[in-house]
T-cell receptor
């Protein structure tokens, strides 16, 4: 069966520091991968999605970036964190050309 | 852009039915999902409906879709305290948008014993 992992589970970082969040999927090949952010207001916002290695689409311009160095690995990065980057970051995957997205356990980021 | 609206809160008594409503704007949505989020956790897929269906039943869950009015509802029969969570309606964006889901603010369901 397929599983999705996110690391770390919780992170506290100072403003201006770099960020790297990792998402990995097991048990499937060539998945579509997604990064969402859930702010305190509860709604989820799609940040990036990827349909293959090295292929990244950005939904919202900001100081975050994403990379997909391997088929089942999706990384969310920042060179300098802002206070507004605090939130709950969720990674999701779907089978290529199918619709349903499955979410990981999330990473809670607090920027101080 | 696309939008999804849900009531923020719903409170029911254990054993009653819960009905969570959702309205959306994207008439080209082909799949419409319901996710459940417990405190501090990720989103758990509950069920979904394809846009050419009016109703889908899955054990205690019933999804109704009124495509003309762009209205989606989730009914939970015999609601239990373990159903307390935030429920998200998430239509899939139409067109070539890579499977993007449009989320509302979610409805927080509180089940009282």
């Amino acid at each position: 069966s397929q599983t999705i992992h996110q690391w770390p589970a919780t992170l506290v970082q100072p403003v201006g520091s770099p960020l790297s969040l990792e998402c990995t999927v097991e048990g499937t090949s060539n998945p579509n991968l997604y990064w969402y952010r859930q702010a305190a207001g509860r709604g989820l916002q799609l940040l990036f999605y990827s349909v293959g290695i090295g292929q990244i689409s950005s939904e919202v311009p900001q100081n975050l970036s994403a990379s997909r160095p391997q088929d089942r690995q999706f990384i969310l990065s920042s060179k300098k964190l802002l206070l507004s980057d605090s939130g709950f970051y969720l990674c999701a995957w779907s089978v290529r050309r199918q619709e349903t997205q499955y979410f990981g356990p999330g990473t809670r980021l607090l920027v101080l | 852009g696309e939008d999804v609206e849900q009531s923020l809160f719903l409170s029911v008594r254990e054993g009653d039915s819960s009905v969570i409503n959702c309205t959306y704007t994207d008439s080209s949505s082909t799949y419409l999902y319901w996710y459940k989020q417990e405190p501090g956790a990720g989103l758990q897929l509950l069920t979904y409906i394809f846009s050419n269906m009016d109703m889908k039943q899955d054990q205690r869950l019933t999804v109704l879709l009124n495509k003309k009015d762009k209205h989606l509802s989730l009914r939970i029969a015999d609601t239990q305290t373990g159903d307390s969570a935030i429920y998200f309606c998430a239509p899939r964006a139409g067109g070539n948008q890579g499977g993007k889901l449009i989320f509302g603010q979610g409805t927080e369901l509180s089940v009282k014993p």
